[in-house]
């Protein structure tokens, strides 16, 4: 008499599922929108307040309404682009707790992941990372802004990414997010004080030198230095004038 068994099942799995075979996953058109639009988001291709459309979004984009609706759809459930009254899309603009909040966090999440990556990076890697910044000096002094805000996220991520902490580098992610439409506001002001070139010089120094402290200093030296000016700037902004003037005159 022939004797049945139960099929082996992995530790810790419930019978019920040991035949559940993982579903194969093939990008669409809407998640390379996706891709794409938080790649903009976070490089400072969108300012603080601007509108985006389906219509306009799809053309930039190259597809049709639909996936450049689902990608819209999933940054508004994200949180990271907003909707008003009359259902229309656009960028949020950070207030000055926002801010405070955001880089309160930056400062914790980046530190770390500068110090994490410093081992891991070869000379081969820190002479691209020089490429990178003297690409973004040479931006900088063509006043080509986005295009310093693109090398500026390279420099960053190049160094973050090396931690191999991918849980940390997706919430350093998820902050620029909600950051880089603002980052605009530094320029053109930051490029005359040139602080973040200053910045990103020692880290490349401290690279060099193997020093992860020096790296984690000189990043979170960085964010502060940003953090002030960006303050400034969103201080100047006429929203914010005018909120300031309604609550001087409550007072």
Do not use: C
Not at 93 to 110: P, Q, T, W
């Amino acid at each position: 008499m022939a004797v049945t068994t139960s099929p082996p099942h992995a530790e810790g799995i419930s019978p019920a599922l040991q035949f559940v075979r993982p579903v194969e996953r093939y990008d669409t058109l809407a998640d390379r929108a996706y891709e794409q639009l938080r790649h903009a988001l976070m490089t400072g291709s969108f300012h603080p307040g601007q509108k985006l459309t389906i219509r306009k979004l799809a053309a930039v984009l190259g597809i049709s309404a639909t996936p450049a609706r689902d990608a819209i759809s999933r940054l508004l459930s994200e949180r990271i682009l907003e909707t008003d009254a009359n259902r229309n899309v656009s960028v949020p603009i950070l207030d000055e707790r926002r801010l405070n909040e955001i880089y309160a966090i930056r400062g914790a999440l980046e530190g770390l992941a500068a110090e994490l990556g410093t081992p891991q990076l070869t000379s081969e890697d820190i002479d691209r990372l020089e490429q990178i910044q003297m690409a973004l000096i040479s931006a900088m002094d063509r006043k080509e802004y986005k295009r310093v805000l693109l090398e500026n996220g390279e420099f960053h991520f190049t160094i973050y990414h090396a931690s191999g902490n991918e849980m940390l580098v997706q919430s350093i992610q998820q902050l620029w997010l909600k950051l880089g439409p603002a980052l605009n506001l530094l320029y053109p002001a930051y490029n005359h004080s040139r602080k973040g070139v200053s910045n990103h010089l020692e880290t490349l120094r401290a690279l060099r030198a193997r020093d992860a402290a020096g790296v984690r200093a000189a990043i979170e030296r960085d964010l502060r230095d940003g953090l002030g000016e960006l303050s400034a700037a969103l201080q100047a902004q006429p929203h914010n004038r005018q909120a300031q003037a309604t609550r001087e005159g409550e007072s």
